[in-house]
């Protein structure tokens, strides 16, 4: 048996993968790998794959990077984790201070959580939380967008809108006000993105005018509704909305989960609006794909409304046993030594002009509909007719075609139903963004023939 076949046998005889029907691994097994360094990855036989998706979005300066792995190293030498609660650390302040300087101004507090979900439920506990303990009883529901992401536990499960995801559990679910999302795919013909998200920004502003009383906080992914198969609209909707949120007396919480770190081309989404939310969450990117860590950053205001004599009891009484982790705070704060070191942001800037004429080409292609991008994020969205924009049955599975075109090619691709997409560390080149484009042309070729 071959060394990745045998790794397999023993994978798939323990272990439950995650967002996967196991079934299908009886015919598409799933790819072991043994180490990874900058944009690639290598299997058990030293076959490699390009990491274009930043492993679920989480890679910013490669695998195996030099420099985190040496503060990793040498935080591990001191202190690997304390309980935060009642104790603290060098890594947690330090990168505490570091956030509060480089985030939109007026967030001065970070509490930290584990992953991307868990940061959710901590901001709409806190948002809730806020308002009770102003004695806003009545306030108890959230508005977010139609096709919205926001995680997998229960409560960032209601807040989001996927059905595929959503379905199952919504017995589960607490219910929220969907608004219509600014996508622009659904724009008019000929009408710009700017003009199609003021449009739409009409249902944000009735919903909080009709229900703001109940309503907590709106929350959204700034810019790219990313696991909402990569739709992306214009900056305007989140300076309309942080205006709407301030005269409806609303939180906003921006989930930048998945945007934030460079993504969209600044450092954080929000900052092509030039707003502040009153919550903004950070995971993934935050430590550079090292390890998981989550941080809620929010507003003085709302930190006051928790800080009592106990007895009144309205402290924020959350917690979860990894909050802080000394080695992830590390990571992060190696993080942001290469982003402050590097020029990260305007090198980014080469590197999406360059993704953009790699993928141009794609336009022409019968099957594809719409290239869209926002900095380091490009979505080339396949369809059954272009004039229509009508989609292909999702049963037929298109984009797991050019998955696995991919993978003999050796490209980690992994399209969101039929949207092919490349959101690489920032560590790639213009070669290896000219073989992306590639490969993705062929699995387009070949997944709509
Ligand atoms: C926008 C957004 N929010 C929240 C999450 C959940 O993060 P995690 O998977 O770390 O729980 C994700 C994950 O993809 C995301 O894209």
């Excluded at 020029?343 to 953009?356: F, G, P, Q, S, Y």
């Excluded at 037929?396 to 490209?411: D, F, I, N, P």
Aim: net charge neutral.
């Amino acid at each position: 048996m071959s060394a990745n076949a045998d790794f397999v046998r023993r994978d798939l005889a323990v272990l439950w993968h995650p967002c996967t029907q196991m079934k299908d691994h009886e015919w598409l097994p799933p790819i072991p790998i043994r180490r990874g360094e900058g944009v690639w990855l290598e299997d058990f036989e030293g076959r490699r794959y390009l990491d274009a998706i930043s492993s679920w979005w989480v890679n910013l300066f490669g695998h195996a990077n030099a420099r985190i792995n040496a503060a990793l190293a040498q935080q591990a030498q001191m202190l690997e984790h304390v309980i935060l609660a009642g104790f603290s650390h060098e890594a947690v302040v330090e990168l505490s201070e570091r956030l509060v300087k480089i985030a939109p101004p007026g967030l001065t507090r970070c509490f930290y959580a584990d992953n991307g979900s868990s940061a959710v439920e901590v901001a709409l506990k806190m948002s809730f939380h806020y308002w009770r303990n102003l004695g806003r009883h009545k306030k108890t529901r959230f508005i977010n967008l139609s096709n919205s992401y926001h995680g997998e536990t229960l409560g960032a499960l209601a807040v989001g809108d996927e059905p595929l995801y959503k379905r199952t559990y919504q017995p589960l679910l607490m219910d929220v006000i969907t608004v219509p999302s600014p996508d622009c795919f659904n724009r008019e013909p000929g009408e710009s993105w700017e003009a199609h998200t003021r449009r739409m920004f009409a249902h944000m502003e009735r919903a909080l005018a009709e229900r703001h009383e109940e309503v907590c906080a709106v929350i959204l992914e700034p810019l790219v509704q990313c696991a909402g198969n990569f739709r992306m609209y214009h900056p305007v909707y989140l300076k309309l909305l942080r205006d709407a949120c301030d005269r409806h007396g609303v939180h906003l919480i921006a989930d930048e989960i998945a945007v934030g770190f460079g993504r969209t081309g600044t450092l954080f989404a929000c900052e092509q609006a030039g707003i502040t939310p009153d919550f903004l969450l950070l995971s993934k990117g935050l430590t550079g794909g090292y390890l998981p860590l989550s941080v809620v950053m929010t507003r003085d205001k709302i930190y006051q409304a928790f800080y009592a004599d106990y007895a009144k009891l309205t402290a924020f009484l959350h917690s979860h046993s990894y909050t802080g982790n000394a080695l992830g705070c590390r990571a992060a704060l190696a993080t942001l030594d290469i982003f402050r070191d590097d020029d990260v942001i305007v090198k980014n800037r080469a590197l999406a002009t360059c993704m953009h004429y790699a993928a141009a080409p794609l336009a022409a292609h019968p099957q594809v509909a719409e290239i869209r991008q926002h900095g380091m994020i490009l979505a080339i969205e396949m369809v059954k007719d272009r004039n229509t924009r009508a989609p292909y049955p999702w049963q037929e599975r298109r984009g797991l075609r050019v998955y696995q075109h991919a993978l003999k090619r050796g490209v980690l691709l992994r399209p969101m139903g039929d949207v092919i997409y490349f959101m690489p560390p920032y560590v790639i080149t213009r070669d290896e963004i000219q073989l992306l484009a590639q490969v993705a042309a062929e699995g387009i070729d070949l997944a709509t023939r």
